[in-house]
């Protein structure tokens, strides 16, 4: 069984225990108090009865007639007895006892005070030098049936008391820890680029520290990524200048040697420099895509940008590229860049899967920009993870795989939707990449 770990739920558990535990330790000691408290008030009281009865019998046995004579009071209304007496003489006659006094369950008198039995509480007093006593009792059960009453008194209330509290335990907390569920929002909200410090000034003193630590964190963080980012950018940067010079110098070699073999070896050695300059030129943008101002300040028509980039294709590769634009402007507000960088990379990846070598390049007025070729069908788990780094949907072609990695970063960066698929509808060849960059007008 998982453990519960939600803290809310752990902390009013917590507090609810407790205060039910404390609620009923607080009835029990002041039932017990209020008992010893209502037996000091039942003593006083049997003892004062007792005493005035016996005046009362003192009188009265002394002005009787008759010595010796049994009297017993008898009751003008039906009612509750809860004191009964019985007075006697110094030989043990009963002189005079109350209705409902029962001899039997009256000890021999033994000495002045309080005698109790596992029925009846008595309270015994002589009076005329011992020749007349009293013996008033109580019974146990009457003190029981309070102390019942007492206990139910202080115990119902718990019953709505307790569930009360609870709720207020609950409801106190989820208010308390609204701000927890706060930050928990703000973080939620943000993207793995989003490494912007935390807003503190509405935090609570207790959430300060925690939000204190995260920022420092969110700024570590940030540095990393920045050396890591300037890092590629400035490698590629670099290695920019020496391997155009390598790639010239075997140029070179190749037109200057008579060897068909060294040739050849040149012309390796050529396209393997040029594939690492592809690649130097994906790192630059990768690290653009990754940190750089990917929005621009006005809007721009998106048409123009393409027309540009597909332009520039041609130029160096044979005009293999068909470009469909509409009649009005479509406007972007993404970095004229940003749209050079996605076009290219996914129109060259069209070029270089594609079967036929052609690329198809279409511009609708919401904005949606699709590049399509001609090739085979490429299976559903591949589709899902051509915009991984390094990953090729065509193992032995050529590139460095990265051209839909980039596409998919600057897509994710601005918030452009970002779809591929394959084979076209109602066909079993092709595949399609459709991105919106722009809007009509």
């Known amino acids: 069984m998982t453990p519960v770990r939600s803290i809310r739920f752990r902390s009013a558990l917590i507090l609810s225990l407790l205060v039910t535990v404390m609620w009923l330790a607080t009835a029990v000691v002041t039932a017990r108090i209020l008992t010893d408290e209502m037996d000091e008030v039942f003593d006083s009281a049997l003892q004062e009865t007792g005493q005035r009865v016996l005046e009362l019998a ?3 046995v ?7 004579l049994t009297q017993h009071i008898t009751a003008l209304d039906a009612h509750d007895e809860y004191f009964t007496y019985i007075v006697r003489d110094d030989l043990g006659r009963i002189l005079l006892s109350s209705h409902r006094a029962d001899p039997a369950q009256f000890p021999t008198f033994d000495k002045t005070g309080f005698h109790q039995t596992d029925e009846f509480r008595f309270y015994q007093e002589a009076a005329v030098s011992g020749t007349i006593t009293l013996m008033i009792a109580e019974p146990i059960a009457h003190r029981q049936s309070v102390s019942r009453e007492l206990a139910m008194g202080l ?33 939620a909200r943000r993207d793995e680029n989003d490494l912007a410090p935390l807003a503190t000034d509405t935090l609570p003193v207790e959430l300060k520290p925690i939000a204190g630590t995260m920022n420092q964190l969110f700024g570590r963080l940030n540095a990393a990524f920045d050396a890591e980012r300037s890092f590629a950018s400035n490698a590629a940067h670099e290695l920019r200048t020496p391997l155009a010079g390598a ?39 990768l690290a653009r895509a990754e940190g750089a101002q990917l929005t621009a300040s006005v809007s721009h028509d998106l048409r123009v940008v393409l027309k540009l980039v597909v332009d520039d294709l041609n130029q160096s590769d044979r005009a293999r590229t068909a470009l469909s634009l509409p009649d009005a402007k479509v406007m972007s507000e993404i970095d004229p860049d940003a749209i050079a960088i996605v076009a ?73 939707p970002l779809q591929f698929s394959s084979p076209f509808p109602d066909q079993t060849r092709g595949f399609r990449a459709s991105i919106q960059l722009g809007r009509h007008g």
């Open 155 to 187: 115990g119902l209330p718990l019953l709505f008391v307790i569930p009360l509290s609870i709720l207020g335990i609950v409801y106190s907390l989820g208010i308390g820890l609204r701000p927890l569920g706060q930050l928990r929002t703000q973080l």
């Open 58 to 60: 003192v009188i009265d």
């Open 62 to 68: 002394l002005g009787r007639e008759e010595a010796g």
């Open 344 to 416: 290219r990379n996914l129109i060259e990846n069209a070029l270089r899967h594609g079967s036929d070598g052609q690329a198809t390049v279409n511009v609708t007025l919401d904005g949606w920009l699709t590049v399509e070729n001609d090739c085979a069908a490429v299976p559903s788990d591949t589709l899902g993870a051509l915009s991984e780094r390094f990953m090729r949907g065509d193992h032995a072609s050529e590139g460095s795989g990265l051209g839909l990695a980039i596409v998919q970063k600057i897509a994710e960066r601005t918030g452009s």
């Open 247 to 285: 790639i010239a110098q075997t140029q070179r070699l190749g037109q200057q040697t008579k060897e068909p073999e060294t040739a050849k070896r040149a012309k390796e050695i050529e396209g393997t420099l040029k594939r690492l300059t592809q690649l130097s030129e994906r790192l630059m943008q």
